[in-house]
């Protein structure tokens, strides 16, 4: 293929070979934002346009805010890898991916900027509109893929996109005393977090004991809404702001 329409307006299309269709009835419902993790915004818009590297994703965002799209919105574009959300394990095929463009913790981690930003926001948007996207679907790869991906990371501003109308977003409970669960604990209490976690979307098992699996999806959803300590350990902060953001959800979800 030479080239295909934008769907964003205004993005430059460099397509990528590494796409196929979509499973058979799937539409994106989420739109899965990431990071690079590469030195240049230049290096990964070849990486995924390379056939050897079989990845891609619908945009690419660079730090000045031009945006490229590689995959049409109608294709299913290879971003998420393995990973689940509400029991949906074919991420790829039920989302669009957004690359953003940043090195990541491995090679320098920094804040993305101001021009990248903006440019998420104007095309969240527009993908919002065209697909009817739900602001709970607006989702990280760490989310989808807890303790396998990390990206986009800490760093990434929720709370600015909360603002401009894009994700679903509270205020994370301040840190403070109290219980707090971690690895080992087993019980009711660990049951009840883990119910709270799946129920919210993430893939995890309702086992009633803190196991490893359990810490990596607790430092995800820190990693996105509370990102003030990322350390794996169910503190009051965290356990409220989890039960906020699940009050705050749409009746028919919960
Ligand atoms: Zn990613």
């Not at 039920?94 to 920094?110: A, C, D, K, M, R």
Request: hydrophobic content about 35%; aromatic content about 8%; glycine content about 12%.
């Amino acid at each position: 293929m030479s080239g295909f329409p934008a769907d964003h307006e205004g993005a430059e299309v460099r397509v990528s070979p590494n796409f196929g269709p979509r499973r058979e009835g799937a539409r994106p419902e989420f739109i899965i934002l990431h990071y690079t993790g590469m030195e240049t915004g230049e290096a990964a818009e070849s990486w995924l346009c390379d056939p050897v590297s079989e990845v891609s994703s619908h945009y690419l965002v660079h730090e000045d805010g031009a945006i490229t799209q590689m995959v049409r919105e109608s294709d299913r574009a290879w971003h998420a890898g393995k990973g689940s959300w509400r029991g949906e394990t074919d991420v790829n095929s039920s989302s669009i991916g957004i690359e953003i463009v940043n090195p990541g913790h491995v090679l320098g981690y920094h804040d993305f900027t101001d021009a990248q930003i903006g440019a998420v926001i104007v095309l969240c948007r527009g993908i919002v509109a065209r697909h009817r996207v739900m602001p709970e679907n607006v989702l990280a790869h760490s989310d989808v893929a807890p303790g396998r991906k990390v990206d986009p990371g800490e760093k990434f501003p929720w709370q600015v996109l909360a603002r401009a109308g894009i994700g679903h977003y509270v205020e994370a409970s301040p840190i403070g005393g109290g219980r707090f669960l971690s690895a080992g604990d087993r019980g009711e209490p660990v049951e009840a977090l883990q119910s709270m976690l799946a129920l919210y979307g993430y893939g995890v098992e309702i086992s009633g004991i803190f196991d490893q699996q359990t810490k990596t999806v607790v430092e995800a959803f820190q990693r996105h809404f509370r990102t003030e300590q990322i350390d794996g350990i169910a503190d009051r902060s965290t356990i409220k702001t989890l039960h906020q953001l699940l009050s705050a959800l749409p009746q028919s979800l919960t």
